[in-house]
């Protein structure tokens, strides 16, 4: 009896940290006022701002999002690496990353690049 009771206990102990570790890797996308209050890592997805012209900074990529909804609302970007292919073709551009409260921009880690569908036209 007591083994099967010990079974279960590990079977809720595992299902229980693996609910806890999936929470924990999940990024929500969120707007770019709340990526700047965000104290963990978030996606923001928004359009190129033309404002600011994309380049390099050292090691780091640097642009600027603005929010589809509201252009007037930005956010700049540094991103560790290359600029990404088809970063000129982007239609969305989505930032992984966390907001640098001290310095004033998003450090993404990751960049995921939304172009149109080359198969659009054929709709």
Request: aromatic share 12%; proline share 4%.
């Amino acid at each position: 009896m007591n083994k099967k009771y010990l079974l279960i206990g590990l079977i809720l102990a595992f299902i229980a940290y693996a609910g806890y570790t999936f929470s924990e890797s999940i990024t929500p996308y969120v707007g770019i006022e709340e990526a700047k209050i965000s104290a963990s890592n978030v996606q923001v997805k928004g359009l190129l701002d033309k404002t600011v012209t994309p380049h390099m900074e050292g090691d780091d990529f640097v642009f600027s999002l603005q929010e589809e909804e509201n252009p007037e609302i930005t956010l700049l970007v540094k991103y560790h690496g290359m600029k990404p292919d088809q970063f000129d073709e982007a239609f969305h551009i989505v930032a992984v990353g966390k907001f640098q409260k001290n310095e004033e921009f998003f450090k993404a880690d990751k960049l995921l690049i939304k172009c149109p569908s080359k198969y659009e036209g054929q709709k």
